[in-house]
């Protein structure tokens, strides 16, 4: 009897993976809704009389198991970059001009132009086969383990299709919820008096994030992949070919994919999306261009944070009407003062605006905008609200001038506008406005994400007097904190447990969280790279930090100018006094044919282009500069070098041809 069960129990599991095959990716089934459910019953009745039986990857393990306590996180083993975006079909043309420039020759080999969903990012970790991790996007280098979670979707395989797959694959997709669920979903909010959803990217994101893996197995998610982690070495050549792949080891992929041989098809299919975007069962907030050829992608490589070899051209920003009543003036933390229009609560793209930025004085005049104007608002990029402009037809003669006041709000300083600059400033590093959005940014998800002292908390504490500057943080009384309003014990315990966590942050991160002028979370990771510490970077001159590729003159007169101020100084005395100690990340130790050389490049090159070069240099571990000082060991001369070259060889230093270069690193 049990072998006739574990027959019969593996032709079901083979028989029901098959059927989800042809519904979910070939979306053509052979039988009936109501006879997979029989055969789904049959195989779910034979597993709990036979529970030894039942394997992890049954179709019947979809329902989700017992709730988590919190989300693990999961370091994925390649970053998920986020990609560039572009706004206008200029955009599209300039990305495939920038890509010649970086070539030295035209993309050959045509595009993939690919539906941009609007759901979350996941990463799928296939082991052997079969599914092993899932994981959120998080910051590109870390998400949550949403393992039991994703699990229960029926779009995303448990085992892969077919027999012949890489032992290790990382699959890359967006989780979203089509249109007609998320109805759904909210309706049933309503009827048992919960809050409906915003849309259906946050009501996927919600669904995804919770901690109970039987909830999301209720909601109607669906899953489309869109690459691997290391598509080269799928056997694939090109993104088309991994798309196929994908669907043949069983993911479903966007039917709306394309491929396009020249940039004129991409704009027309992205004209073509456009038009049918209200049609389609899901949400897309616009298209994703990439180099189809595997190879090409490998030699563009990346930025920073996103591949060059791709661009996400966003669809126009959802637009509305509504009256300009009022106009506030906010301090950031560098002092900018900003103008917000107070508007007349409108619906827009799926929210209720009722702020939206002015920007500055400069383009206040250059729209002429006006208190009392009505005036069109639009989510730039579909985030950030922003008046684009009034109209003046209904104009009565009542609506008054917008101006930035000549003294700071917070403070009372006289306000500056620099030559040459659009923004005006309040100056005083001492004005409240500034230092409360100085400590908000410290706290928060781009500075040293201290849980528990999110924007609102740290308001109330900087209200309260408890914190006024950043070593505060780290001298929090629990029994005062216990105290205030809305905290209590755990409150207190739970935000004094990450803020001693936060005592060890990553370097780059503590950088970062400083909130200095012109340096964010890229510079701030040079920074650490170069470096390797606090002291020395607090010490360094600007013509150090000007040979570092990447930091340009601002950035590096704001950080000399930041840590030569005696106040930044007894600051981070204090911090390093409440047992702050930054940390700095592994680096390889794989030995590269340029390890330890730092590398200034001068004339033009005629096989590379000069960002190409570059990126073979960090590729075999050197380090680039920009021009020629006692760390530089090699200067690579192209045609019609210069003074760089002649500097050069004053100095003693090794002089290679473009030729040279190309044959240490055996290009």
Not at 454 to 460: A, D, I, L, S, T
Not at 495 to 514: C, N, S
């Amino acid at each position: 009897m049990t072998a006739d069960a574990a027959r019969r129990i593996e032709e079901l599991t083979a028989q029901l993976n098959e059927h989800a095959y042809r519904y979910y990716v070939l979306d053509d089934p052979i039988i009936s809704d109501g006879e997979y459910d029989r055969l789904f019953h049959e195989l779910l009745s034979l597993e709990e009389a036979h529970p030894r039986l039942a394997a992890d990857d049954s179709p019947t393990r979809r329902v989700g198991g017992a709730p988590l306590d919190r989300f693990d996180q999961v370091a994925h083993r390649l970053p998920m970059l986020s990609l560039e975006n572009g706004f206008s079909d200029d955009d599209i043309v300039e990305f495939a001009e920038k890509l010649g420039r970086y070539l030295n020759e035209a993309v050959s080999g045509g595009y993939s132009a690919e539906p941009k969903l609007d759901g979350l990012a996941v990463e799928l970790v296939y082991r052997d086969g079969s599914l092993h991790v899932g994981s959120t996007r998080g910051d590109g280098f870390t998400g949550e383990d949403i393992t039991a979670q994703v699990r229960t979707i029926k779009a995303i395989p448990l085992k892969l299709y077919g027999t012949k797959f890489p032992s290790l694959l990382e699959v890359r997709g967006e989780v979203y919820m089509e249109k007609a669920g998320f109805e759904s979903l909210n309706q049933a909010q309503l009827a048992n008096e919960l809050p409906p959803f915003a849309n259906p990217r946050n009501a996927a994101a919600g669904s995804l994030r919770q901690l109970d893996p039987s909830i999301t197995a209720k909601r109607p998610l669906k899953f489309f992949a869109y690459t691997v982690s290391e598509p080269d070495t799928t056997g694939c050549r090109t993104q088309s070919e991994l798309l196929d792949l994908l669907n043949h080891y069983g993911f479903p992929t966007c039917p709306h994919n394309h491929y396009c041989a020249d940039i004129s098809a991409v704009i027309d299919h992205y004209n073509h999306l456009a038009s049918i975007r209200h049609d389609l069962p899901y949400e897309i907030d616009g298209m994703v261009v990439k180099v189809d050829t595997l190879q090409l992608q490998n030699r563009l490589g990346t930025k920073a944070r996103a591949p060059r070899w791709a661009l996400a051209r966003k669809f126009p920003a959802t637009q509305a009407t509504t009256k300009l009543v009022g106009v506030e003036f906010q301090v950031g933390r560098t002092g900018a003062v900003t103008p917000v229009a107070r508007l007349e609560p409108v619906a827009l793209d799926g929210a209720t605006v009722s702020r939206a930025t002015l920007h500055n004085q400069d383009e206040i005049d250059r729209k002429d905008l006006r208190i009392g104007d009505t005036v069109l608002v639009q989510r730039a990029g579909d985030v950030i609200p922003e008046v684009i402009k009034p109209i003046a037809d209904r104009r009565d003669g009542t609506e008054t001038p917008i101006t930035i006041p000549p003294r700071c709000p917070a403070c009372n300083s006289e306000l500056v506008k620099p030559a040459g600059e659009a923004v005006t400033r309040c100056t005083n590093i001492f004005c409240p406005a500034q230092q409360l959005r100085g400590l908000i940014h410290f706290c928060s998800k781009a500075g040293l994400d201290i849980e528990g002292l999110g924007k609102r908390y740290v308001e109330q504490l900087y209200e309260a007097g408890i914190i006024k500057t950043i070593p505060d943080i780290f001298t929090l009384d629990r029994d005062v904190l216990a105290a205030l309003d809305g905290w209590g014990e755990k409150s207190a315990d739970n935000a004094l447990a990450a803020v001693e966590q936060a005592k060890t942050p990553v370097l780059a991160d503590f950088i970062a969280a400083l909130g200095i002028r012109f340096i964010g979370e890229t510079s701030a990771a040079l920074l650490e790279q170069h470096f390797g510490s606090l002291d020395k970077l607090s010490a360094a001159t600007e013509e150090e930090l000007l040979d570092i590729d990447g930091i340009g003159d601002q950035a590096a007169t704001s950080l000399v100018a930041y840590f030569s101020n005696d106040t930044i100084a007894a600051m981070l005395d204090r911090l390093r006094a409440s047992g702050l100690t930054p940390t700095v990340r592994e680096q390889s130790t794989a030995a590269g044919a340029l390890a330890g050389a730092v590398i200034v490049f001068t004339g033009t090159l005629t096989r590379l282009s000069r960002d190409e070069a570059k990126k073979l240099v960090k590729e075999h571990g050197g380090t680039i500069a920009s021009s020629v000082t006692k760390k530089v060991t090699h200067v690579v001369a192209g045609e019609k070098a210069g003074s760089k070259l002649r500097k050069a060889e004053e100095a003693g230093k090794t002089i290679l041809s473009e030729d040279d270069f190309l044959a240490l690193v055996k290009k």
